[in-house]
């Protein structure tokens, strides 16, 4: 027989890693929002580009501003899986933030894209919001310590 597995064992084996390690060509991620974001941004010019060019490329804002409805804000995530050693959880490639704003004619006024790098030094507020809604009331505490009283004592 023209093929015999006893003499050709080595090939295989060979053959075998170089076709499982050609599979991995490119990293796999996930990502969320606009893809390619920095790219993309360098596409609008300021004083220049409009509301409706700013759609073309991104389409719909991903949020506005609370204040202002000039102010328009996109995002970008992109999670890649770990090496061996870390399990392969996944790790933050990049997260940048693009912001818009406009003037009242809705010519581009300012553009500026924040990155992982930049938002280490955004300034964030202490202060914490006590959610009254989510506390339970009289009744309900007082019917819950019923319930576990009686539970406890069968």
Same mark, same amino acid.
Request: glycine share 4%; net charge positive.
């Given at each position: 027989?023209?093929?015999?597995?006893?003499?050709?064992?080595?090939?295989?084996?060979?053959?075998?890693?170089?076709?499982?390690?050609?599979?991995?060509?490119?990293?796999?991620?996930?990502?969320?929002?606009?893809?390619? !974001?920095?790219?993309? #941004?360098? +596409?609008?010019? /300021?004083?220049? =580009?409009? *509301?409706?060019?700013?759609?073309?490329?991104?389409?719909?804002?991903?949020?506005?501003?609370?204040?202002?409805?000039?102010?328009?804000?996109?995002?970008?995530?992109?999670?890649?899986?770990?090496?061996?050693?870390?399990?392969?959880?996944?790790?933050?490639?990049?997260?940048?933030?693009?912001?818009?704003?406009?003037?009242?004619?809705?010519?581009?006024?300012?553009?500026? !894209?924040?990155?992982? #790098?930049? +938002?280490?030094? /955004?300034?964030? =507020?202490? *202060?914490?919001?006590?959610?009254?809604?989510?506390?339970?009331?009289?009744?309900?505490?007082?019917?819950?310590?019923?319930?576990?009283?009686?539970?406890?004592?069968?």
């Amino acid at each position: 027989m023209f093929f015999d597995i006893k003499h050709h064992k080595f090939i295989i084996i060979i053959l075998f890693f170089i076709i499982s390690n050609g599979c991995t060509f490119q990293e796999a991620s996930k990502n969320h929002g606009i893809v390619f !974001l920095e790219n993309r #941004s360098k +596409k609008l010019t /300021v004083n220049k =580009s409009n *509301k409706n060019d700013v759609i073309k490329i991104f389409g719909q804002p991903h949020s506005k501003s609370i204040s202002d409805d000039s102010e328009w804000i996109y995002i970008e995530r992109v999670l890649v899986k770990g090496e061996y050693h870390k399990l392969g959880k996944h790790i933050l490639k990049s997260n940048n933030v693009l912001i818009l704003n406009f003037d009242n004619y809705g010519i581009l006024r300012n553009k500026k !894209l924040i990155d992982k #790098s930049d +938002k280490k030094k /955004v300034a964030f =507020s202490d *202060k914490e919001t006590k959610n009254e809604l989510s506390q339970k009331s009289f009744v309900e505490r007082f019917l819950s310590s019923v319930r576990s009283k009686m539970y406890r004592n069968k």
